[in-house]
């Protein structure tokens, strides 16, 4: 499980991101101060720290230039109201690997995590942790993911390379509200090419493979304006 250290004096931001850290899989440490967050980076070795800059007794620079010179290789990106070229300059040239200027939105800085741990081949919860998954059965269906197909009520279906993984995707997250920005970034990976639509597109394939009804779906359900969630045992749609 991938560790990640939240070092922020801020209350509203650090919980917030906790809470959605751990909702996602995450292990999390967290300091309310730059000595503290020190201390546990430096006894903890987590394999990513999320750092603010200004915080009382030592600022997230001073933190940064001690974790590097301590040699410790985590990931780390830096979150500040502090958004000159200066400021950001400063912190890729102490090690940081990503900076994230307030205010922002929890689901950028999780991208951006997964981005920064993938580019340094860190461990993320995601479709790697089911690859193994050899079958699995839902409803009328029934998945052979090493044949490449599927068999609904039936009727046997093949099954992209894709279409796979993100079904794999949905089994690994069952019943979890999942967004469309984080989907397209678990399964698609890091790719400029890749839109939200690519996401829609191959939820519909999927669809009219798993569902009786593809218009009113009850293992694949929207979740209005946000994304999607994956039920065994059949649902209804939000949207």
């Not at 995707?169 to 090419?193: A, K, P, Q």
Request: net charge negative.
């Amino acid at each position: 499980m991938t560790r990640v250290l939240v070092v922020e004096d801020e209350l509203s931001i650090r919980m917030p991101l906790v809470d959605v850290l751990r909702a996602r899989g995450y292990e999390v440490l967290e300091a309310e101060d730059g000595e503290q967050g020190l201390e546990l980076a430096l006894r903890e070795d987590p394999d990513a720290i999320l750092l603010d800059l200004m915080m009382p007794k030592r600022d997230g620079f001073s933190v940064l230039k001690a974790l590097r010179q301590d040699r410790l290789t985590a990931t780390v990106l830096i979150l500040s109201a502090r958004g000159s070229e200066l400021d950001r300059i400063q912190g890729f040239e102490y090690g940081a690997d990503d900076y994230v200027v307030k205010p922002f939105s929890i689901e950028e800085v999780l991208a951006r995590l997964r981005a920064a741990l993938a580019r340094k081949g860190g461990a993320t919860p995601g479709i790697e942790e089911v690859e193994d998954v050899k079958s699995a059965s839902f409803g009328k269906v029934h998945v052979d993911f090493e044949a490449y197909c599927l068999v609904h009520d039936g009727e046997r279906h093949g099954l992209s390379r894709r279409e796979m993984d993100l079904l794999r995707y949905f089994l690994r997250y069952e019943g979890e509200t999942l967004e469309r920005v984080r989907i397209m970034e678990d399964v698609w990976g890091i790719d400029d090419s890749i839109t939200i639509r690519a996401v829609d597109n191959h939820v519909l394939k999927l669809r009219k493979k798993i569902e009786g009804d593809p218009k009113a779906p009850r293992h694949l359900i929207t979740v209005h304006r946000v994304g999607y969630r994956f039920v065994r045992h059949g649902g209804g749609s939000d949207a």
